[in-house]
């Protein structure tokens, strides 16, 4: 087995591991019936539709 020369200091170790745990912004998306800015692949809650489908009916 191939053993490191040198102990690698926990600063270190735990700088490198930091960077998986980042959370990024979700990307947002205008809706294609209202323009409201939605998260992709999900149903709009302004006008209640989605891929140019209504699936809930607003009351107004």
């Not at 053993?3 to 294609?32: E, H």
Request: glycine share 4%; proline share 5%; hydrophobic share 30%.
């Amino acid at each position: 087995m191939i053993c490191p020369k040198k102990k690698t200091s926990k600063a270190r170790r735990d700088k490198r591991r930091a960077q998986t745990w980042k959370i990024a912004m979700p990307n947002l998306v205008p809706c294609t019936k209202c323009g409201e800015l939605i998260q992709s692949h999900r149903m709009c809650k302004a006008c209640g539709s989605y891929k140019k489908r209504e699936f809930l009916k607003k009351a107004e």
